[in-house]
């Protein structure tokens, strides 16, 4: 037996397993990012910190501080894990992730428009509010720009053009900040961060995770018939435009509510789909909730690391994302060309 089929065979004996294996490493991930922070917290002052009605220092630090943060790495990780599985399964490339149809740009502006109004002084909520408020603005373009028709590479390209003047809108912004510290302030934002978020952010910003969540977890059988070509899923009675709005307000909703509490983390929709798309034999209906399961444990094993790697100063989780996925996405496109060629 040659080593490829008997590769293929052994994801096929793991892929009943997949689903169970991702769920307990999600429920380490969060585990350990309720245990890990500057103040040394074991395991039963955690559990105590919980259940128990107490106000002491301790069960502010669990209840007020890591229990929302953690709860964010993880509705944000499934997030950009399932948006950018759905998005791949559309387009049909495995380079596509949650930024290509412009929501995280129109968001991010959304929310450095804030920064530079001065409203997101004025509130907590103001921040956030902008973002989804940017990121709704954005999908409205794109899908204005892309017409009626279901046609993915008129999405890709509406979706380049509302993500280049996004981020030249934002740009523009932070060249015109009123000070330096203001400039700084919307830098450290875009950089993309869990620190110091609040039960509000979770609050506000979960309802439209969940509700985009509820839309994109639907196109799986969509998604597999579209393997077989535009005209097969159209003979098979599948709308490819219904398909394109319920895809791209699924992912407004989701990425842009996830954003504009977290600002700007990358790579993790390309590279957790294409991780665990062998592992589903590359059908996109299983690679959905795969892919959800694979984001949230990455995003918080990742909020884990920027803690314990830089302690004194914590390492923006954007960055990190960035340092681990760009060699990556790299090592993908090298892969790809030597297989076309």
């Known amino acids: 037996m040659t080593a490829a089929p008997a590769l293929r065979r052994r994801r096929r004996e793991a892929a009943p397993f997949l689903l169970p294996l991702l769920a307990l490493a999600v429920g380490g991930a969060f ?26 220092t301790t069960a502010l630090i669990v209840r007020e501080v890591r229990l929302p943060r953690a709860l964010l790495g993880l509705l944000i990780g499934a997030t950009l894990g399932l948006s950018g599985a759905a998005l791949q399964g559309f387009l049909r490339n495995p380079l596509a992730e949650p930024g290509l149809i412009g929501v995280s740009a129109s968001a991010s502006f959304g929310a450095v ?24 603005v954005g999908v409205v373009i794109v899908q204005a720009l892309a017409g009626r028709d279901g046609n993915p590479l008129t999405l890709i390209l509406a979706g380049i053009a509302v993500t280049s003047f996004a981020a030249a809108l934002a740009a523009l912004v932070l060249n015109l900040a009123p000070n ?48 077989l070509g535009e005209d097969a899923a159209r003979t098979l009675g599948f709308n490819l435009r219904g398909l394109r709005s319920r895809l791209v307000l699924g992912t407004a909703l989701c990425v842009g509510a996830a954003t504009s509490v977290a600002g700007a983390i990358g790579f993790v929709g390309l ?23 694979g984001g949230a444990a990455l995003v918080l094993l ?40």
């Open 271 to 293: 590279v957790v789909p294409h991780l665990l798309r062998p592992l589903v034999g590359h059908r996109p209906s299983a690679l959905l909730p795969a892919s959800a399961l």
């Open 31 to 56: 585990a350990a990012s309720l245990l890990i922070g500057p103040a040394a917290i074991g395991l039963r002052e955690v559990l105590d910190a919980l259940w128990a009605g107490e106000v002491e």
């Open 302 to 341: 990742a909020d884990v690391a920027v803690r314990l790697l830089s302690p004194g100063r914590e390492l923006k989780l954007g960055v990190l994302t960035a340092l681990v996925g760009a060699p990556f996405f790299l090592l993908l496109v090298v892969r790809l060309r030597r297989e076309l060629s």
């Open 180 to 227: 330096p510290f203001a400039a700084l302030e919307i830098m450290f934002w875009l950089m993309g961060s869990l620190a110091d978020r609040s039960f509000e952010h979770v609050w506000l910003s979960a309802p439209f995770m969940v509700a985009g969540w509820l839309l994109l977890i639907t196109l799986g059988r969509p998604l597999d018939a579209l393997t």
């Open 113 to 136: 428009l804030t920064f530079y109004t001065g409203l997101a002084g004025l509130f907590a909520l103001a921040l956030p509010l902008g973002g989804m408020a940017g990121a709704c």
